[in-house]
Nanobody, 125 residues
Framework: QVHLVESGGGSVQAGGSLRLSCAAS????????WAWFRQAPGKEREGLAT????????YYADSVKGRFSVSQDNAQNTLYLQMTNLKPEDTAQYYC??????????????????WGQGTQVTVSS
């Protein structure tokens, strides 16, 4: 069982930056994939980036490559999403997700069974 709690959302102007945090508790370990998703109003949930606990690199969606980056604090079991050069179209509810997966390089919502409650990011122009 894994419990995920996101934080760090807020309102920012276009061009600004935010860092989201996902604190994990429970049985998360390097057999898991650990990912960030977002969902804008009226749109499907979109996978942004995925990695494994303790893995020093991540797989990114083309839509955020070069602007968003993932990092981890393994001692704190925390996954971060650093977002830069934010745009109004980045406005969404952002979610952390995890599941035990053989192939961690997936951004499919259906592959993940553990989800946080989400944190709202609003970017104004």
């Amino acid at each position: 069982q894994v419990h995920l709690v996101e934080s760090g959302g807020g309102s920012v102007q276009a061009g600004g930056s935010l860092r989201l945090s996902c604190a994990a508790s429970g049985d998360i370990n390097p057999t898991y994939a650990w990912a960030w998703f977002r969902q804008a109003p009226g749109k499907e949930r979109e996978g942004l980036a995925t990695t494994r606990p303790a893995l020093p690199y991540a797989y990114y969606a083309d839509s955020v490559k070069g602007r968003f980056s993932v990092s981890q604090d393994n001692a704190q079991n925390t996954l971060y999403l650093q977002m830069t050069n934010l745009k109004p179209e980045d406005t969404a509810q952002y979610y952390c997700a995890a599941d035990r997966l053989g192939d961690w390089r997936t951004l499919r919502e259906a592959d993940f069974g553990y989800w946080g409650q989400g944190t709202q990011v609003t970017v104004s122009s």
